[in-house]
């Protein structure tokens, strides 16, 4: 069974950092892409950051760029979002999607998120 994971969540005051963990295990050959997304209450869930695996290209929202940035662990299954200078307003349940490769197939699958919230 495959399962995504998030971890890292937490409460950090305005300036500080966090780093996200996206977490794939099961019988999988790999991640061909991830993205980070998160949603505030009231609010649309909405991109954060992706990067696809095998070339390392990376998109960010204009919100979070210079500030965020995501990477990957090819070998641990494993996808990054380092948050620097948080800010209140990227408070949200941070999702991880991932882009599964099992056999010839890609599947997505998505994490049940994690909470980050930032404090003035």
């Known amino acids: 069974q495959v399962q995504v994971v998030e971890s890292g969540g937490g409460l950090v005051q305005a300036g500080g950092s966090l780093r996200l963990s996206c977490a794939a295990s099961g019988r999988i050959s790999g991640i061909n892409a991830a993205g980070w997304y998160r949603q505030s209450p009231g609010m649309q869930r909405e991109s954060v950051a992706s990067?696809?695996?095998?070339?390392?290209?990376?998109n960010y929202a204009d919100s979070v760029k210079g500030r965020f940035t995501i990477s990957r662990d090819n070998a641990k299954n494993t996808v990054y979002l380092q948050m620097d200078s948080l800010k209140p307003e990227d408070t949200a349940v941070y999702y991880c999607?991932?882009?599964?490769?099992?056999?010839?197939?890609?599947?997505?699958?998505w994490g049940q998120g994690t909470q980050v919230t930032v404090s003035s």
């Open positions: 999607n991932a882009q599964i490769r099992i056999g010839t197939y890609v599947y997505s699958y």
């Open positions: 990067i696809r695996t095998n070339d390392d290209s990376t």
